[in-house]
């Protein structure tokens, strides 16, 4: 299965100067520490695995901002596909594929 999630804090980042990157990071750090296949964009960070692994990595990438941020919000998009593995570059390798055409 593939995952797109989105984890944001809430009530921080609103004063000028400060910025909700940070938090974001620890997200990301989570996931990129997972091992999981993963790919960050502007608007999501998307990971491949399990059900179980990957809910668990995404459970752990909210507790880490929630840890200083405590309220934040999280959007998530899933691709539940049993048998698919690689789909992170799959998907994307055919979309290039019919571009070249």
Same mark, same amino acid.
């Given at each position: 299965m593939i995952v797109?999630?989105?984890?944001? %804090?809430?009530?921080?980042?609103e004063d000028v100067g #400060? /910025?909700?990157? #940070?938090?974001?990071? /620890?997200?990301? &750090?989570?996931? &990129? #520490?997972?091992?999981? %296949?993963? &790919?960050? /964009?502007?608007?999501?960070?998307?990971?491949?695995?399990e059900w179980d692994e990957v809910m668990d990595v995404v459970k752990r990438a909210v507790a880490a901002v929630e840890a200083r941020a405590g309220r934040v919000s999280l959007v998530l998009k899933a691709d539940i596909r049993p048998g698919v593995t690689d789909g !992170?570059?799959?998907?994307?390798?055919?979309? #290039? &594929?019919? !571009?070249?055409d």
């Open positions: 797109a999630f989105s984890v944001s %804090p809430l009530g921080v980042g #400060e /910025d909700v990157g #940070e938090y974001v990071a /620890d997200a990301v &750090r989570v996931v &990129r #520490e997972s091992g999981l %296949p993963n &790919r960050t /964009d502007a608007m999501f960070t998307s990971i491949e695995g !992170l570059t799959s998907k994307v390798e055919t979309v #290039e &594929r019919y !571009l070249a």
